[in-house]
């Protein structure tokens, strides 16, 4: 069972406009969760992270945004650059001591120039 | 400092075979999580290691295996290796000492295991 869930398998967007990346998860016990990135031939690099206590968070160009009650968060990128092509990994996860991440299958996200 | 090195980069093996992945965290860092991704199931949490000892681990079957040495460097192994084994194997350290995932982790390249 998928407890973390990004239902696009891919996105492309044109530079400068704004990508908007999704993700759901079904275990409402989640209260941390994190965005990776990846390139092709390395491994996931951190993004961004928010706590359940937030429904946003802010980092440079890039936005996290969660609804709790919908069990929902995304990610915006703004404004898009080709740079910005890569797979985006969703992650959530328990706070307390020995959790473990949850990913997502990824989204391939092209950003057009 | 050095990133998370993995290796070999890449492996091929047949079915019934074992395998042996290696990975050495960044300096300083003592805990060491391995992960599989596939294109079917994405990337799945196998198991972490910290100070020489298994504090998690995930739903796979008893023949993923993992040790630290004291050095915090880490080996994964996989025995009887089956066709469904094929994936990239990633490896991540963290200077987190609780084990809490808000502590951040840092991705190796990853070993391609192709199992034929």
């Known amino acids: 069972d998928q407890q973390v869930k990004q239902n696009s398998p891919s996105l492309s967007v044109q530079e400068g406009r704004i990508s908007i990346l999704n993700c759901d998860y079904t275990?409402?016990?989640?209260?941390?969760f994190l965005w990776y990135k990846k390139y092709p031939a390395e491994g996931p690099t951190f993004l961004i992270s928010?706590?359940?206590?937030?429904d946003k968070n802010e980092d440079g160009r890039f936005t996290v945004f969660l609804n709790k009650s919908a069990k929902h968060l995304s990610l915006h990128i703004v404004p898009s650059q080709p740079g910005d092509s890569a797979v985006y990994f969703c992650?959530?996860?328990?706070?307390?001591?020995?959790?473990?991440?949850?990913f997502g299958k990824g989204i391939t996200l092209s950003v057009r120039p | 400092k050095a990133g998370v090195t993995q290796t070999p980069r890449y492996l091929i093996k047949t079915r019934g075979q074992q395998v042996t992945l290696s990975c050495s965290p960044i300096?300083?860092?003592?805990?060491v999580s391995w992960y599989q991704q596939t294109p079917g199931q994405g990337l799945q949490f196998l198991f972490e290691?910290?100070?020489?000892?298994?504090?998690n681990k995930g739903n796979f079957p008893g023949r993923f295996s993992g040790r630290q040495f004291s050095n915090s460097r880490s080996e994964m192994n996989v025995s009887t290796l089956e066709l469904g084994d094929s994936a990239l194997y990633l490896c991540?350290?963290?200077?987190?000492?609780?084990?809490?995932?808000?502590?951040?982790?840092?991705f190796g390249p990853g070993t391609r295991l192709t199992v034929l």
């Open positions: 991540a350290s963290s200077g987190s000492t609780s084990g809490r995932v808000t502590d951040t982790q840092y």
């Open positions: 275990n409402s016990m989640f209260d941390y």
């Open positions: 928010i706590s359940s206590i937030k």
């Open positions: 992650a959530a996860s328990l706070t307390g001591a020995n959790s473990k991440l949850t």
């Open positions: 300096s300083g860092h003592r805990s």
């Open positions: 290691y910290f100070s020489e000892t298994q504090r």
